[in-house]
């Protein structure tokens, strides 16, 4: 059964202050990793889609990195409204349609000024 | 662009009642998706479509039900509604199969009472 569990579960910085997120999933194949933020009372805003280890991607002050079992969500030089929760997805796809995605129980990160 | 848009925003309910939530997209996207967040437990997926006149099962379907009649819209019933389905739901779409990104709707807050 595909598992994605991330940590930590909340996690608090000054502004400024650099930190990564973790993701780690087990998988019968990755069709793609996903990385998510959602504000209080919003739906889920897409940030990254990552396919294979090695991979990297960037948007502002985020670096999402794939390996072969966890995904790194960096944040550099963070601003309060950085402030979120980071979701994780991995892609299910049994061969018969587009079973959606296997989500994680998010990051809650409070950024304090 | 309004993206996907759900209706109702907020509902309460009480046990036995029965409702439809709607979701309706505007990006042309074949696929389709309802999920459920719940504290602790992370977004799960309820049902999904593939197409117009499609509908399939997710990790999480008993207690609701779904049609996709236009290709913009994807209703989820509930037919007699449950206190265990108090929870937030979730519309998504996307281009094609779970290997791109989905796009969520603001999200649906259901309280049964």
Same mark, same amino acid.
């Given at each position: 059964? *595909?598992?994605? =569990?991330?940590?930590?579960?909340?996690?608090?910085?000054?502004?400024?202050?650099?930190?990564?997120? !973790?993701?780690?999933? %087990?998988?019968?194949?990755?069709?793609?990793?996903?990385?998510?933020?959602? #504000?209080?009372?919003?739906?889920?805003? +897409?940030?990254?889609?990552? @396919?294979?280890?090695?991979?990297?991607?960037?948007?502002?002050?985020?670096?999402?990195t794939? =390996?072969?079992?966890?995904? +790194?969500?960096?944040? %550099?030089?963070?601003? &309060?409204? #950085?402030?979120?929760?980071?979701?994780?997805?991995?892609?299910?796809?049994?061969?018969?349609?587009? *079973?959606?995605? =296997?989500?994680?129980?998010?990051?809650?990160?409070?950024?304090?000024? | 662009?309004?993206?996907? =848009?759900?209706? &109702?925003?907020?509902?309460?309910?009480?046990?036995?009642?029965?409702?439809?939530?709607?979701?309706?997209? #505007?990006? !042309?996207?074949?696929?389709?998706?309802?999920?459920?967040? *719940? &504290?602790?437990?992370?977004?799960?997926?309820?049902? @999904?479509?593939?197409?117009?006149?499609?509908?399939?099962?997710?990790?999480?379907? #008993?207690?609701? !039900?779904?049609?996709?009649?236009?290709?913009?819209n +994807?209703?989820?019933?509930?037919?007699?509604?449950?206190?265990?389905?108090?929870?937030?739901?979730?519309?998504?779409?996307?281009? *094609?199969?779970? !290997?791109t990104?989905?796009?969520?709707?603001?999200?649906?807050?259901?309280?049964?009472?």
């Amino acid at each position: 059964e *595909d598992q994605v =569990t991330q940590s930590p579960e909340a996690l608090r910085l000054q502004e400024g202050e650099s930190s990564s997120l !973790n993701c780690s999933y %087990t998988v019968s194949g990755l069709r793609g990793l996903f990385w998510y933020r959602q #504000d209080p009372g919003k739906g889920p805003e +897409f940030l990254f889609t990552l @396919y294979s280890a090695g991979e990297e991607k960037e948007k502002e002050r985020l670096k999402a990195t794939l =390996t072969k079992k966890e995904s +790194f969500l960096h944040i %550099t030089a963070p601003k &309060p409204e #950085d402030s979120a929760t980071y979701l994780c997805a991995v892609g299910m796809y049994s061969g018969g349609g587009a *079973d959606g995605l =296997t989500f994680g129980k998010g990051t809650h990160l409070i950024i304090q000024p | 662009n309004a993206g996907v =848009t759900q209706t &109702p925003k907020f509902r309460v309910l009480k046990t036995g009642q029965s409702m439809t939530l709607l979701c309706a997209q #505007d990006m !042309n996207h074949e696929y389709m998706y309802w999920y459920r967040q *719940d &504290p602790g437990m992370g977004l799960r997926l309820i049902h @999904y479509s593939v197409g117009e006149g499609t509908t399939a099962k997710g990790e999480v379907p #008993d207690g609701y !039900n779904v049609s996709r009649l236009k290709k913009q819209n +994807f209703l989820l019933g509930l037919e007699s509604a449950a206190p265990s389905q108090t929870s937030v739901y979730f519309c998504a779409s996307s281009v *094609d199969r779970v !290997n791109t990104e989905a796009f969520f709707g603001q999200g649906t807050r259901l309280t049964v009472v």
